[in-house]
């Protein structure tokens, strides 16, 4: 499930990469009414987007200067005469919250990590008894669950929070059997996450936040449609159209459990009201020159939409939830898969943002290389663990999905075995700095960065880790590059170095001038830097190098060094910030921090604490004492290395 998922991610950067941005050009006009003045913007009455149109063309949008010029001078200071159209709408309350529609909304919302939401689901479950079963497909209820939902909200309407909604619905007898709340056929194992009748205690910040979020959810469902007035107005000047829309709240329905009120919050979006015909005035025209976007690079919400429509992104609810069969993963295994891409380096956070590594983009070449498209293919994967739940149903036999299984993987084992070709096909580039020997032009393939002109070259792989084409032209330009972290050892132990490129220009592992213990060995120059804070062993300066926290006594030659103090600037997959080892050094202690066990691969949180010997050890977060006549827990003891 990670190589389809990660293929999402790549297909969307690979098009960020190629996107030519091209300029279109708007004319925005401001109308006088007798009532007041309004905005409008020209469009053409003409348009009909079709399967050969730009995706990027709209009925608004020129991309001819020159017109957009023409429209404006033709217009400016001529009066206009307006129709306008109004339509009733009506938006209906959101399904119930299955996991990956609830890790979607907080994602989005408060910006949690799916993996954040999920824990956050289960304490809520386990720990609070106030939600019920988090790790759910399903979006609806039982039929036969109509009395526990009344109980639930005499429960909710005991509460201040929810007091007033959940009043609202009972008194107005609003549950009754509904199949898009209560439907059989839209539950396997689990129904929707809603609350339960426990009222929540002593709940987090965070959790609470969450909490609110189902529970509000949960009563919007039974709430009616909210009922909108949609306005469209046509100001024509000189025969040129230009529309106004204005949306003004009727019944809030729903939104009124999440403070929406009559008339709505945006008022600009209400146009002041015209006469049949008026004639308006054009008080100004302006051409707005812009340009087209790239698509937004996925998130956590986004991406989750993905995997759960097979790579399709679907805005609509109904129609995703019934794509969801064929989706990537399930509700429970999705956070783990975006973690383990993260864990695995193949993609990284910028902000709210999830960006793919050279090393995805070159696992993906791979593939594509060796022509099996069966194991990178969202729809394909989609389209495996959607029969592979029809056999469980029993709607395919195990025979007929074995025998495609068999024939799947001969073809993958074939087309592995059939692929002589030492260089993979790929979409590669040229780097923007030239060859530290020659001066020619270095190009990008599958393993190495290669000059043209000479015999040199750069392995894009060096110990597990991937270079970074940025990375790889700042080591060409400027002799070195880091420090840098994702490097693992031969026994498997991440580790950070910085790379140099040698005299005879080979890239090699740049630990620092104190790790070795030659005695000619020179001390490194601290004079450019500040301290972080005084040695722990020793009281002498501490600073930061290339992989490491080292005492100023530690350095130099072998029998000049008087300390020991030295740590690790990444400790069990953890990056160890200068702002935790300044904290480490002044208080003793840093915040609570996450590590993975190198014994069991599974994360833990704990904080760094200067131990009475100098050295830095782990304590782990103090939990909460037990009841009386439990037994207890094993004392655990660990050292950071």
């Not at 007798?34 to 913007?41: D, I, M, S």
């Not at 107005?233 to 159209?241: L, M």
């Not at 592979?388 to 024939?407: D, H, P, S």
Request: with cysteine; hydrophobic share 35%.
């Amino acid at each position: 499930m990670q190589t389809p998922t990660l293929a999402i991610l790549v297909e969307r950067e690979d098009k960020i990469k190629r996107f030519v941005s091209r300029p279109y050009w708007e004319v925005h006009g401001v109308f006088g009414a007798k009532a007041g003045e309004y905005p409008g913007r020209w469009f053409n009455e003409k348009f009909k987007k079709t399967d050969d149109d730009d995706e990027h063309s709209r009925a608004e949008r020129l991309w001819d200067e020159a017109k957009a010029a023409e429209i404006s001078a033709r217009c400016t200071g001529k009066p206009g005469i307006v129709t306008e159209e109004s339509k009733p709408s009506t938006q209906s309350p959101p399904l119930l919250y299955d996991l990956t529609s609830l890790q979607r909304e907080a994602n989005g919302r408060f910006g949690f990590s799916a993996r954040t939401t999920l824990s956050l689901a289960q304490a809520l479950y386990e720990k609070h008894k106030v939600l019920t079963y988090p790790r759910t497909d399903s979006r609806a209820l039982p039929e036969d669950y109509l009395p526990t939902v009344k109980k639930t909200l005499e429960a909710l309407k005991d509460s201040n929070a929810y007091h007033g909604p959940a009043k609202k619905i009972l008194d107005e007898k609003w549950v009754k059997p509904n199949r898009r709340i209560f439907d059989n056929s839209k539950i396997s194992d689990h129904f929707a996450i809603i609350p339960t009748l426990q009222p929540p205690k002593s709940l987090n910040e965070i959790e609470q936040k969450l909490y609110d979020l189902v529970v509000k959810r949960f009563l919007a469902v039974f709430y009616p449609a909210a009922e909108f007035l949609n306005t469209t107005r046509i100001t024509r000047v000189e025969g040129e159209p230009f529309k106004s829309e204005g949306k003004v709240m009727v019944n809030a329905g729903w939104l009124a459990v999440y403070g929406k009120e009559v008339q709505g919050e945006d008022d600009a979006a209400n146009l002041v009201p015209v006469e049949p015909k008026e004639k308006v005035k054009t008080r100004s025209i302006e051409v707005k020159a812009l340009a087209t976007k790239p698509p937004a690079r996925f998130n956590e919400a986004t991406l989750l939409s993905a995997m759960e429509g097979a790579g399709k992104l679907v805005d609509d609810e109904e129609l995703r939830a019934a794509m969801a069969a064929r989706g990537l993963g399930t509700p429970a295994t999705r956070a783990a898969i975006i973690e383990g891409l993260l864990n695995e380096k193949y993609m990284y956070r910028d902000g709210r943002e999830l960006v793919p590594t050279a090393k995805a983009f070159s696992l993906m070449v791979l593939l594509r290389g060796l022509g099996v498209p069966e194991l990178f293919s969202p729809e394909l994967t989609g389209d495996w663990e959607y029969r592979l739940a029809q056999m469980e149903k029993g709607q395919l036999t195990r025979e007929e999905f074995m025998a495609e299984i068999v024939q799947m993987t001969k073809h993958i084992v074939g087309q592995a075995k059939g692929f002589e070709s030492d260089t993979i096909p790929g979409d590669f580039g040229k780097l923007d700095v030239p060859c530290p020997k020659c001066g020619g032009e270095v190009h990008e393939n599958y393993k190495k960065f290669q000059c043209q002109n000479c015999d040199f070259s750069m392995w894009k792989i060096i110990a597990g880790r991937q270079l970074e084409l940025t990375e790889a032209q700042t080591l060409l330009r400027d002799k070195a590059v880091g420090p840098l972290d994702g490097f693992r050892s031969k026994l498997g132990r991440p580790f950070s170095a910085n790379i140099k490129l040698t005299d005879t220009f080979e890239a090699q592992f740049d630990f620092g001038q104190s790790n070795g213990d030659d005695e000619n060995a020179e001390a490194p120059d601290f004079s450019g830097q500040t301290p972080l804070g005084p040695c722990p062993k020793c009281g002498s300066n501490v600073f930061e190098e290339p992989n490491a926290y080292i005492c100023e006594k530690a350095t130099g030659p072998r029998s000049a060094r008087t300390c020991d103090f030295r740590s690790g600037r990444m400790i069990l997959q953890r990056t160890v910030e200068r702002a935790q080892m300044e904290k480490l050094l002044a208080s003793g202690k840093t915040d609570l921090l996450q590590f993975v066990s190198a014994r069991t691969r599974r994360p833990f949180q704990a904080y760094l604490v200067r131990q009475p010997d100098g050295k830095i050890g782990f304590e782990f977060e103090k939990r909460a004492p037990k009841a009386e006549g439990a037994k207890p827990a094993a004392k655990k003891r660990a050292a950071a290395r």
